[in-house]
């Protein structure tokens, strides 16, 4: 109570005095970008609201990615007109959010996120706007100026605007100096910065190594002493950046640095005693390389298989538990799996839709060793069987099995059927039971089946 009536008597100024900021303007002879380069839905976006009398300009990773000479996975539209009008410019729209209120258009099949020059919020603005123990920001719907809206965006190379009429670059924030020279910096005070939203601290570390920029020292210095915060994000924020940061195509990097900046405890948990132990390491460490690999070769990568490899040491652990407590191998296995995701639920919000997938894919690792009778020839027809059979390799390739294991199944994917008969195992042919008859009394008569013979 104390705290909340200093931060009303002593109320931290807002960013006002910056309204007359002027931004450093870059002409088109200078970063080259051209309408031309922006989708056809951020084109008629932008036009839409400038033939209505709105500013409007493309916003944060679009403008920084065409910079470096990537292609932007989407763009963004900042606007000096407030939601309401934007939804009565555009038919197709609807406004969303209530932390932060945006609005989507759509046009076919894109989605151009349209939203609002926004001011900076104060630390402790008020009872229902801040939470007093951490400093996270609760709502975020104060419109302001576009130079305030570049002031409250958290890195200086997002900060940027593009303005397709004129072909001009808006620079508040000195972001394209900060990108020429390899720098990812925070706006304003990192540690404040962090305390309004402590998932800022992963995305300083995923974007560093997404676009190969090193941040700043300054940036840095904050993190490991609030990396605890993290404990007050919800689960879903940490899963939706945790999905980003393992699926950007430099994963291993990511979490490399998450490891030395203390980050990756608490993520996943016990991920960190994984990365500790030999074969856990290496098995981790494959996965997150094949799978910066594959989107590197612009291939399809499921979330789900991720995590599965991420956890697959927590059931391998949990399982040995298990069965050294008496229980037997498979009911073992479903008890571990259960347990594993149990326990990522606590600080992890892994969708439950995941879990049918993940949950397959751990439950054919031991029907592999199966290699006598029709078990190999079902496997081969299981809908999860590549899936499957890539987690194998990886296996192998990280010692954790014989690699003759995943060889064999390579080559009975390719055999002939009589090839595949050839290659089962005849010790792994299950031997048919035969049921004991009772011994005949003297002088009974055969069964009618064998009398028949």
């Known amino acids: 109570m104390i705290r909340k009536f200093l931060n009303r008597v002593f109320k931290r100024p807002t960013l006002s005095h910056v309204e007359g900021k002027a931004p450093r303007i870059i002409p088109l002879k200078q970063h080259g970008i051209t309408p031309e380069h922006l989708s056809p839905c951020a084109l008629k976006v932008t036009e839409g609201l400038r033939h209505a009398g709105f500013k409007a300009f493309v916003v944060g990773g679009a403008v920084r990615d065409l910079l470096i000479g990537r292609e932007p996975k989407d763009f963004d539209v900042a606007t000096d007109a407030e939601p309401e009008q934007v939804r009565q410019v555009f038919r197709r729209s609807r406004i969303i959010g209530r932390r932060f209120r945006i609005v989507h258009v759509m046009c076919g099949q894109e989605t151009i996120e349209v939203s609002t020059f926004r001011a900076m919020q104060p630390v402790a603005e008020g009872d229902d ?5 951490s400093g996270r920001i609760l709502s975020d719907n104060v419109f302001g100026s576009q130079a305030e809206d570049a002031l409250r965006r958290d890195f200086t190379v997002n ?3 593009y303005e397709p009429h004129k072909m001009e670059i808006w620079d508040y924030c000195h972001g394209v100096a900060d990108l020429k020279a390899g720098l990812l910096r925070v706006i304003g005070d990192p540690a404040r910065r962090y305390r309004e939203d402590p998932v800022r601290m992963l995305r300083a570390v995923r974007l560093a190594a997404k676009l190969g920029l090193k941040l700043d ?10 990396a605890e915060r993290l404990q007050d994000v919800p689960p879903a924020r940490i899963l939706v950046e945790m999905e980003k940061l393992l699926l950007s195509g430099h994963a291993v990097q990511s979490v490399e640095e998450l490891r030395r900046e203390n980050l990756h405890h608490g993520l996943l948990p016990l991920l960190d005693v994984i990365l500790e132990q030999p ?4 098995f981790v460490m ?7 690999e594959r989107i590197a070769q ?4 499921t979330p789900a298989y991720l995590f599965a490899a991420l956890l697959w040491h927590e059931v391998l652990g949990a399982w040995e538990k298990i069965q050294a407590g008496g229980e037997r191998p498979i009911p073992a296995l479903h008890q571990a799996m259960e347990q594993a995701l149990d326990t990522q639920r606590e600080t992890l919000a892994i969708p439950r839709r995941y879990d049918v997938t993940m949950k397959e894919i751990w439950s054919l690792q031991p029907r592999f060793t199966q290699r006598g009778g029709q078990r190999p020839f079902r496997l081969l027809e299981h809908p999860r069987f590549r899936a499957g059979y890539d987690f194998l390799l990886m296996r192998g390739e990280s010692g954790e099995v014989d690699v003759e294991l995943g060889e064999w199944w390579e080559d009975f994917q390719e055999a002939s059927d009589d090839q595949r008969s050839r290659m089962l195992l005849a010790d792994d042919v299950p031997k048919k039971r035969r049921r004991k008859r009772k011994p005949k009394a003297p002088g009974e008569s055969a069964p009618a089946q064998d009398a028949a013979s």
């Open 279 to 282: 074969m856990g390491e290496r």
């Open 298 to 301: 612009g291939k399809s990568v």
């Open 217 to 226: 020292p300054a940036s840095r210095k904050p993190i490991h002493a609030l």
């Open 159 to 161: 900060a940027l605007y």
């Open 129 to 133: 706007n801040t939470d007093e123990d």
């Open 286 to 292: 494959l996965a997150l390389t094949k799978t910066d």
